[in-house]
């Protein structure tokens, strides 16, 4: 009796067949993707420089004089005064904004080292660059330490007083919303779709996993 021809196992069929082995290799992961420490900080920088030396020249040559128009009087440049939020929100609370903004700053600080994405790297140093424009000025100017009234100076049509700082916090709330919608981690990685159904578990009660083949057979 001959013994039994045994078929070798050839090409890439044969580790495809192990169960629990991926179809293809993964992609390259979020370690390979360098930190984007250097963008956020040069980000936040620039917008810190900005809207001090903003602040600083228009306190300097705006403070007691009219407003002064620009583009046919759509924008307004003058001296504002605001113990509160942005676009003078919550004028009364004043310590309390300067602590949201000490805990934003710490937060982004702490998360730098995750941020692997640029979008991400851009949107987190707007808002460190503006929470911390107009907590310089919660500190340091009138009438004391994190009571500080901060400097707006631009002013639209139908819109309140802002500064650079103001503006750079909304454009990064904006930016972090639709990162957020569009699925994009810190990582730059985007989200993983959720996963369906295993394939036993779609199929209705009762039906059997044979082949159509085998099916036909048993007719």
Same mark, same amino acid.
């Given at each position: ?50 809207? /001090? ?53 710490? /937060? ?6 995750? /941020? ?67 699925? /994009? ?35």
């Amino acid at each position: 009796m001959q013994a039994a021809r045994r078929t070798p196992l050839t090409g890439p069929a044969a580790p495809a067949a192990r169960p629990g082995r991926p179809a293809s290799p993964p992609g390259p992961g979020s370690a390979a993707r360098p930190p984007r420490i250097r963008v956020l900080a040069g980000v936040a920088l620039t917008v810190l420089a900005l809207d /001090i030396v903003s602040k600083l020249l228009v306190v300097a040559e705006l403070s007691g004089r009219p407003p002064v128009r620009l583009l046919g009087g759509f924008v307004h440049l003058l001296v504002t005064r605001n113990p509160g939020a942005a676009f003078s929100v919550g004028t009364s609370m004043t310590v309390v904004f300067s602590a949201i903004a000490v805990t934003v700053i710490v /937060i982004i600080v702490r998360t730098a080292r995750q /941020i692997r994405s640029l979008p991400w790297a851009l949107t987190l140093g707007l808002l460190l660059g503006g929470a911390t424009g107009n907590l310089a000025d919660r500190i340091f100017r009138y009438p004391g330490p994190f009571r500080g009234y901060v400097v707006d100076w631009i002013q639209l049509p139908h819109w309140p007083v802002f500064n650079l700082a103001d503006s750079s916090i909304v454009c990064g709330g904006v930016l972090a919303v639709l990162l957020s919608m569009r699925g /994009i981690r810190l990582d730059g990685r985007r989200g993983d779709p959720a996963p369906g159904p295993p394939a036993a578990a779609a199929r209705p009660a009762g039906e059997s996993a044979a082949s159509p083949a085998a099916a036909d057979g048993a007719r």
